[in-house]
Nanobody, 127 residues
């Protein structure tokens, strides 16, 4: 069992930066793939980024590639999402999720592959 909690959301102007954190409980967290997803009002939840259990593989959606970076610190049971050059279209509730299954590439993009979810943190980017 893994419990997840996101933090770091807020209001920022376009072009600014935020760093989201996902803190996890559970001693086996280091064996989970962790992903970030987001959901804007009236839209479906979409994949943002994912990182393997060891941190040696990471994947980013095309819409955030070059601006967002996912990383993890297993010693602290934490995964981060550094978001730079934010745009108004990045406005959404951001969720972290953990999966006990191995995934690679686009296989990590499906929300259905994740077993545990946090409550989400709001990110609002003003123009």
């Amino acid at each position: 069992q893994v419990q997840l909690g996101e933090s770091g959301g807020g209001l920022v102007q376009a072009g600014g930066s935020l760093r989201l954190s996902c803190a996890a409980s559970g001693r086996t967290f280091s064996s989970y793939t962790v992903g970030w997803f987001r959901q804007a009002p009236g839209k479906e939840r979409e994949f943002v980024a994912a990182i393997s259990w060891s941190g040696d593989r990471s994947y980013h959606a095309d819409s955030v590639k070059g601006r967002f970076t996912i990383s993890r610190d297993n010693a602290k049971n934490t995964v981060h999402l550094q978001m730079n050059s934010l745009k108004p279209e990045d406005t959404a509730v951001y969720y972290c999720a953990a999966s006990s299954r191995y995934c690679s590439g686009y296989g990590c993009y499906a929300s259905s592959g994740y077993d545990y979810w946090g409550q989400g943190t709001q990110v609002t980017v003003s123009s």
